[in-house]
T-cell receptor, first 113, second 113 residues
Framework: SAVISQKPSRDICQRGTSLTIQCQVD?????MFWYRQQPGQSLTLIAT?????????ESGFVIDKFPISRPNLTFSTLTVSNMSPEDSSIYLC??????????FGSGTRLTVV | GENVEQHPSTLSVQEGDSAVIKCTYS??????FPWYKQELGKRPQLIID?????GEKKDQRIAVTLNKTAKHFSLHITETQPEDSAVYFC????????????FGEGTQLTVNP
């Protein structure tokens, strides 16, 4: 199955700044996904990233706040822009790995102070 | 869109007992149903999945059953062990281009030694 490397694993950031999270997949995948997970809660989809097209954002999430890049079939980035304490969360990327289902990166624990 | 409900939200069992977690879904066209286990501070890991062309799938102590008519599916863990303690998420998807997983709210399973 696909293996996803995600970094950074954690960061503490000042409000008003931006953080870019990277995910590298060890095989080519068509679709990648970005989730946010608050402690003790389920996964909330932020957007779907397809190579060669703009990301598709879920209700409540906008490109200006969460710009996404997908330059090729093995890599994607999510930027959390102009951060506030409410953005403190765990961010996870995921990829559809064919018959092996959907796999996840190890997550980025973001704290905004 | 798809809506997935998961019950119970917490489940406590004695070691060696069985545990059952149930999910219902709303989109009758959904055809892929994975289950994920998430240990504290770690990424969700796929533990078993089922497609709509079968009614049951088993892998050692873990089994999943699917009732397409009633639109519900269940995770069964037999002979539970303390290391089974984690949060379990069900999910559903209609596997077409551009589709994405919809997750249940999660079940915190505690296996008491």
């Amino acid at each position: 199955s696909a293996v996803i490397s995600q970094k950074p694993s954690r960061d503490i950031c000042q409000r008003g700044t931006s953080l870019t999270i990277q995910c590298q997949v060890d095989s080519q995948v068509t679709m990648m996904f970005w989730y946010r997970q608050q402690p003790g809660q389920s996964l909330t989809l932020i957007a779907t990233a397809n190579q060669g097209s703009e990301a598709t954002y879920e209700s409540g999430f906008v490109i200006d706040k969460f710009p996404i890049s997908r330059p090729n079939l093995t890599f994607s980035t999510l930027t959390v822009s102009n951060m506030s304490p409410e953005d403190s969360s765990i961010y996870l990327c995921s990829a559809a790995a064919g018959v092996y289902g959907y796999t996840f990166g190890s997550g980025t624990r973001l704290t905004v102070v | 869109g798809e809506n997935v409900e998961q019950h119970p939200s917490t489940l406590s069992v004695q070691e060696g007992d069985s545990a059952v977690i149930k999910c219902t879904y709303s989109d009758s066209a959904s055809n892929y149903f994975p289950w994920y286990k998430q240990e504290l501070g770690k990424r969700p890991q796929l533990i078993i999945d089922i497609r709509s062309n079968v009614g049951e799938k088993k892998d050692q102590r873990i089994a999943v059953t699917l009732n397409k008519t009633a639109k519900h599916f269940s995770l069964h863990i037999t002979e539970t062990q303390p290391e089974d303690s984690a949060v379990y998420f069900c999910a559903a998807i209609r596997e077409t281009s551009g589709s994405r997983l919809t997750f249940g709210e999660g079940t915190q399973l505690t296996v008491n030694p």
